[in-house]
């Protein structure tokens, strides 16, 4: 069967790093997304990766390894706003999303 | 990036009421079209995908007659959920992409209250 195993939960500090792992085992794999969703929000959209390697977008980043299933987000500076839920969804042959439960951040000053 | 819109925000009905909530994509064309049901403290789940002109093909458990939905432009897609009870209270959110994209875009999300 398909999977997305992510944390369902972190805690990190204002001004820290964190990093969230996504394992996935999918029946064909075109690219892997994070997005973002603050609480009673829809979600919106962080990266895709579809090459291995690491992605850098400001205070976040995201990395893929395909041959090991695995993926992470790296939030950098931690602020305040970024508590939130981490949503990890893999592409299979199909061009179908697979969700992950996602993880839930919660940043203590 | 891609904007969606989604009509209305938040709706409160009856029991046994039909409640429509519309998506819409405001400046591109959704081809494909996703609408997920979120419960609280619960990750998305999927309830359907619709390609534009074609019948929605529903996910596993998902009653395709109590959640009707109509693609039938480019832009716009509409959820109608029938007969609606109080389980059916959630956060009710669409997603859309061209068929080129790999990336959906989501709208605002609509949360739905059943009495």
């Known amino acids: 069967g398909q999977n997305i195993d992510q944390p369902t939960e972190m805690t990190a500090t204002e001004g820290a790093i964190v990093q969230i792992n996504c394992t996935y085992q999918?029946?064909?794999?075109?690219?892997l997304f994070w997005y973002q969703q603050h609480a009673g929000e829809a979600p919106t959209f962080l990266s895709y990766?579809?090459l291995d390697g690491l992605e850098e977008k400001g205070r976040f980043s995201s990395f893929l390894s395909r041959s090991k299933g695995y993926s992470y987000l790296l939030l950098k500076e931690l602020q305040m706003k970024d508590s939130a839920s981490y949503l990890c969804?893999?592409?299979?042959?199909?061009?179908?999303?697979?969700w992950g439960a996602g993880t839930k951040l919660i940043i203590k000053p | 990036g891609a904007v969606v819109s989604q009509h209305p925000s938040w709706v409160i009905c009856k029991s046994g009421t039909s409640v429509k909530i519309e998506c819409r994509s405001l400046?591109?064309?959704?081809?494909?079209m996703f609408w997920y049901r979120q419960f609280p403290k619960q990750s998305l789940m999927l309830m359907a995908t619709?390609?534009?002109?074609?019948?929605?093909?529903?996910e596993q458990g998902v009653e395709k007659d109590k959640f009707l939905i109509n693609h039938a432009s480019l832009t716009l897609s509409t959820l109608t959920v029938t007969s609606a009870h109080p389980e059916d209270s959630s956060f009710y959110i669409c997603?859309?992409?061209?068929?080129?994209?790999?990336?959906?875009?989501f709208g605002p999300g609509t949360r739905l209250t059943v009495l």
């Open positions: 997603s859309a992409k061209e068929t080129s994209w790999h990336e959906q875009f």
């Open positions: 999918t029946s064909g794999f075109n690219g």
């Open positions: 400046d591109f064309q959704a081809t494909t």
């Open positions: 990766n579809v």
């Open positions: 619709s390609n534009e002109g074609s019948k929605a093909t529903y």
């Open positions: 969804a893999a592409i299979d042959s199909n061009y179908q999303l697979i």
